[in-house]
């Protein structure tokens, strides 16, 4: 089959050359550059910074507390856009703006801010603590601001989603004797699952990235909130620019490798829901 | 438009995109040669020194327009002094370095051979205008009586001090607790052993200097704060009363060192001007701004002046403990160095939260 000719708009060849030419301007060259960086070090160098004890541990800080926001943002994310499609209220526009703070705001603004609310003296902190909830420089803490960030993925992919739903489909449900839990599960989430995946590989991804708003809520000691991200700050202090590259290489491929597999759960999910 | 001009434009197309890059590119870099005006000076600082340099650009200008003629515009740059001497090494295009750490200026030679290898020689006393060293901040009324370092491993006690991996004001305070155990006798078990503690007490580790000043006088927490002795006058007075300076019997000489970048001022055509800027520091006015800021003079006569501000305080410089700084970030602050092993066992003793 011929691709060009079909079309009812020209300019294929065009825009494909430029999309590209920019992809590989702005994402492809700076990655391989990157890999390149880290190429320079021996095989067994390499292997030693990106397995040391200090890597590991970074790594898994990096990857549990983005899965636990991931995960929060999918429940939270899920109600907000549900009340934002389905109800009609004051204040909607509004409330539906809001969601797109955490896009608009630089994190380091939403670290601050967060590490001062939740300090063992701060407005909510000082609530907290005594109940025994330390929200200060600790895996808690990273997950909340974490959360923040990736809340509006969530609900962004979503919203479009639920308001591309019948309710007569619902209403054909019920009147089909299907109870409420059934609906939701049997008529509604299958439907949603797929923009969920995509919410959730998105804030992931985020949060696997995320630097600027971690260093003010993380106390950045080693073994228990340094993230990946830190420790190639840290090589980069060394002037060891390879190094850096080399955990940023692994970064790279935990990502990668992570967003292939939702990428793949998503598609079976949207088959499945088919 | 015929069909056969289809997979030309195809492969054309990019090429425009990338000569329009290259374009745009040489454009902003024409524009930044052909400046006219004022002759204008880039000064690349670490952070503590932001209110320091804005008073002496403010004395230099007027006094070098007058002997000159030149009408000069300084415009400071403040960041971490590792992240500024990368900054420089990237292309940041600033005509004089004041770094806070010899070694992250040295890397301007080392790593990019922007200046030159004797480049502590090309000023008075080595390119040292002013030095420094590391107090102790403690709330008011001093209730944990915190008088010296051996009472910062007392049980009970937290310590502020950012990150010796990513600050310099954290390899300084590292250094000064390090050398408090073996320059009055101990051994280097021991002061491995007294570092260890510091940093199990340690509830964060702030990646730079300002970050640790707020999580102590902000968030309020922490006993004792390790800090620049300028950024504790500062943080005193912020406090209102609410802070107080501890001297401890014996600290760092801080030694912030101070160059022209050779490859830059060649670049700019503004070497007279960087070199009279710096050279100014070393007049009387400089050294007594210096002295305001609670920098440490080194002329001497200015000093003597300012003795009583200063404490006297014995200060040892880093060459007491290793030969230099290559050694020093070698030993404690490379990969698998001390402060690494320190946390390999402070994480042991102290399971994740």
Redesign the interface.
């Known amino acids: 089959m011929s691709v060009?000719n079909r079309r009812i708009l020209?300019g294929f060849?065009?825009s494909?050359?430029?999309s590209?030419?920019?992809l590989?301007?702005l994402v492809l060259v700076p990655l391989m550059i990157c890999v390149w960086k880290a190429s320079t070090l021996s095989i067994n160098e390499f292997w030693l910074?990106v397995s040391?004890?200090?890597a590991r541990s970074a790594y898994w800080v990096s990857v549990s507390t983005s899965f636990a926001a991931a995960l929060v943002d999918v429940c939270i994310g899920t109600l907000v856009a549900w009340v934002l499609v389905r109800y009609e209220f004051p204040g909607k526009k509004i409330m539906d703006s809001l969601v797109d703070l955490p896009f608009a705001l630089p994190t380091a603004v939403a670290g601050l801010v967060y590490?001062?609310l939740y300090?063992?003296?701060?407005w909510l902190g000082q609530f907290l603590f005594p109940l025994g909830i330390?929200t200060?420089?600790?895996?808690l803490s990273m997950i909340l601001v974490l959360s923040f960030i990736g809340l509006p993925f969530v609900v962004r992919a979503l919203q479009p989603v639920l308001e591309s739903f019948d309710s007569d489909v619902e209403e054909a449900a019920a009147s089909l004797g299907a109870n409420r839990a059934q609906i939701f599960t049997r008529v509604i989430l299958p439907g949603l699952m797929p923009a969920i995946w995509t919410g959730f590989a998105l804030t992931f991804a985020r949060g696997l990235g995320e630097y600027g708003s971690i260093?003010?809520v993380a106390?950045?000691?080693?073994?228990?909130t340094e993230i990946a991200p830190?420790l190639i700050?840290?090589q980069?202090?060394?002037?060891n620019y390879d190094?850096a590259a080399a955990i940023a290489v692994v970064m790279l491929f935990l990502s990668f490798s992570l967003l292939v597999i939702i990428n793949y759960l998503e598609w079976r999910s949207r088959a499945h829901a088919r | 438009?015929p069909q056969s001009w289809?997979?030309v434009?195809?492969?054309l197309?990019?090429l425009f995109?990338?000569g329009f890059?290259a374009c745009s590119v040489y454009l902003s870099g024409c524009s930044g040669a052909k400046t006219e005006g004022p002759t204008e000076l880039l000064n690349a600082s670490y952070d503590p020194t932001r209110e320091l340099w804005g008073e002496l650009n403010a004395a230099f200008i007027p006094q070098y327009e007058k002997q000159t003629g030149t009408k000069l515009e300084i415009k400071q740059s403040h960041a971490g002094s590792?992240?500024q001497?990368?900054a420089i090494l990237d292309g940041l295009q600033a005509d004089v370095a004041t770094l806070s750490l010899w070694s992250d200026t040295n890397?301007l030679y080392k790593?990019g051979k922007l200046i030159k290898e004797n480049w502590t020689e090309q000023l008075p006393n080595r390119s040292l205008p002013y030095t420094s060293t590391v107090l102790f901040v403690v709330r008011k009324g001093n209730p944990k009586g915190i008088k010296d370092w051996s009472d910062l491993a007392k049980p009970g006690i937290e310590i502020i001090t950012p990150?010796p991996?990513?600050s310099g004001n954290g390899k300084l305070s590292f250094l000064a607790a390090w050398g408090s155990v073996t320059l009055k006798g101990g051994t280097e078990d021991q002061a491995k052993e007294f570092v260890t503690t510091i940093y199990q007490q340690?509830?964060?580790?702030?990646?730079g200097a300002r970050?640790a000043t707020t999580t102590f006088s902000?968030?309020?927490?922490g006993d004792v704060h390790l800090t620049m002795e300028s950024e504790a006058y500062l943080e005193v007075e912020e406090s209102k009363g609410d802070l107080e300076i501890v001297f401890p019997s014996i600290s760092i000489l801080h030694e912030p060192h101070i160059t022209v970048v050779d490859d830059v001022v060649e670049r700019k055509k503004t070497r007279a001007p960087a070199e009279a800027y710096l050279k100014f520091l070393y007049t009387e006015e400089g050294q007594e701004i210096i002295a305001k800021h609670h920098f440490r003079p080194t002329d001497p006569k200015i000093y003597a002046k300012h003795k009583s501000e200063f404490h006297d305080l014995k200060l040892f410089p880093i060459t007491d403990l290793v030969q230099g700084w290559d050694e020093a970030?070698a030993k404690f602050?490379?990969?698998g160095g001390v402060f690494?092993q320190v946390?390999?066992s402070?994480?042991e003793k102290q399971p994740?939260?």
């Open positions: 060009n020209p060849g065009i494909l050359s430029f590209v030419a920019y590989m301007v910074t040391s004890r200090q590490s001062s300090a063992h003296n701060g330390d200060s420089y600790n895996t260093v003010f106390n950045m000691k080693p073994f228990q830190f700050v840290k980069l202090e060394q002037f190094k | 438009m289809k997979p434009l195809g492969i197309s990019p995109t990338f890059f590792g992240a001497a990368r890397a790593k990150s991996k990513t340690t509830p964060v580790l702030d990646t970050g902000k968030k309020k927490i970030q602050f490379d990969d690494d946390y390999q402070v994480s994740a939260k």
